[in-house]
């Protein structure tokens, strides 16, 4: 993984030097509240409900063990010894006062870690495939292009006043697993008849108050030219994104009021017009970067271990788990574990020190030293031998790790919502706790199959409800919270935004609801065919009928 | 109003023309660009400097005739968080424009070397900050990783320094 050099931790550590003063100054009072708040925000300080949030950027979502081990110092040392995994590859923490703060960036500087642009109306942090350089359909690792995308648009002093928040994805693999065509721009990999590598620009992607699947405005732009191509659709969205309105402010309005077509010709215009020299991707500085990504030394291993299977004959709980949560490696002998943090009744994405501490352990005991996070808040061990899987399970086992939902009913996305959010309308984790105890049976959920259940606490919906199998939007009534569902949306590669059901619940009647979708789907669903397949088959008609009819 | 410019402070010698105010015959003035438009001809044979205000709706495109007469143009921050300005400087730039680019409206010592780095050459500051505070907040980063930008000398790039073997970079511009 990355490394930085003398000039990568020279730029970080000047920049916690420079918010320590701006804090300095906050608490002396020379800087006003209002002037602080986009200074802070810069570094991902944000004032929540309760407290300070600081929300750190773990780039492309790779983490070492020793990062992994300092992310659990910190949330001991100066919060309530855990923290909150995101949708967006990162990690919050929720109880943060303002003088610990740039001792927390420093202490992540140590590892060669950032808060920088994890909030604001700049470019975020750039988010991958959790998969990425493991994955047996990957064309090759976006992480390298990912790691120049951070350096590129860390500090981009043209595009730090954007009109809002923009964020980019990046994916090498067909099996899209980084939703590309939900972010502002997206980035998927093709190779073409000559072997070369070439990116299909996905722009205008995006979630909130108005989803919407972003149109691809290239096929096949040559490595070389990435970044100018980037600054030119970045100009034409700073230029002209709308600046009047918030919530019409992402480039996903300006691509659908101007038109794709009109929206290209402008970024093809610009894009023409600059000098790009400057601007070129330098096959050195890429090979540099992407050097630091080398596949770890794998072995020569048989593709099938013996002992692997003699576990899952003695152990029905392993076997089950191994179903459920191992990937599938590009290389023979080895298996991708996902870790999932959503265990019965828990907080999805929350994981204590003691936790974390654990999964460094095993990363660098049997997983390469990497580890990576998921938007689906989970964490993920991209290499391990099958070998070792046994001995990776029984140590998860013993610190409440083992949860063998992944991809299943119980793994569920959800937003920190109204119990610590200050824009929230509606709680989001007791409803994922309550969905996750009503199936607590794990065979009934393997029954089920795969389906992806994603709660948001309000509109802006980091809970990615619009693209979740079953989406669960929570809202304010008049002071009641209640909850709208909608179905048949998928982030993946044929990526949908999911439709409203009908009217909405309240908090108590969530489970029940989300019940009688899955039992109308597995009375209805042809022989191995998932949910989301029975609902692109049969609309959204029969579950209507099961949840409103009877009422 | 007092002008930042190379680290010091100094006085705004420009005549701000409005829209139709009497212009005297002689002195360096800035109009806005809807002056610049209708009264060109007149304006351009001025014996002195020409400035123009512009606006940060319109496109930089429509300034591209006049530049090769323009000694300044003065780009608005209605709000310091409203960005446009630095796309409309960075352009500016690219169309080969050497004059001054002047910042107005909200600017802040915050993103006093962001704005340097996309070409603004000036500032109107207003009298809230000391020179101190200006003059500490154009050097905060010593390093940046974009290429192309405009760079002082207390400032590096990542990529430069980085590759010490290259080439110097051929179009390092140096605005002013």
Redesign the interface.
Known sequence: MYRY?E??H??VR??TA?FRD?AERRMKGELSED?FR??RLMNGLYLQLHAYMLRVAVPYGTLSGRQMRQLAMIAERWDRGYGHFTTRQNIQYNWIKLEDTADILSALADVEMHAIQTSG?CIRNVTTDHWAGAAADEIADPRPVGELLR??S?????????PRKFKIAVTGAPNDRAAVKVHDIGLRLHRNDKGEAGWEVIVGGGLGRTPMIGVTVRDFLPEPELIGYLEAIM?VY??YGR?DNKYKARIKILVHELGADKFKSEVEAEYA???Q???EV?E??LK?IAAYFAAPQFDKLPRWSAAFEAAKLKNADFARWARNNLGVHKVGGYAIVNISLKPEGGIPGDASAEQMRLMADLAERYGSDELRVSHYQNIVLPHVRKDDVFAVWQALDGAGLAAANHGLVGDIIACPGLDYCALATARAIPIAQSISRAFTDIDRQEEIGPVSINISGCINACGHHHVGNIGILGLDKKGEEFYQITLGGSPSEKASIGTILGPGFAGHEVAGAVGKILDTYLKLRAPSEDFIATYSRLGAKPFKEALYAAA | MPLLKNDTLIADTWIHGGLDDQLPEAGDVIVPFARLLREFDQLSHRPDKLGVAFSNIDRAEALSTFLPRLSLVALPFPAFNDGRAYSLARQLRDFGFRGEIRATGNVLPDQLQFMLQVGFDAFDIGERFPLEAWKRASKQMSLAYQRGLFRRNSEAEVWTERHTDAEPWLEQPHAG
Do not use: G, I, V
């Open positions: 050099d000039f990568d020279q730029f000047q920049r420079q701006q002037e986009p200074l109306n350096q590129w860390s500090l981009h002093p043209e595009f730090s006043f954007l100009r700073n230029l600046r017009r600059k000098p020299a400057s601007t330098e050195r500085e540099r």
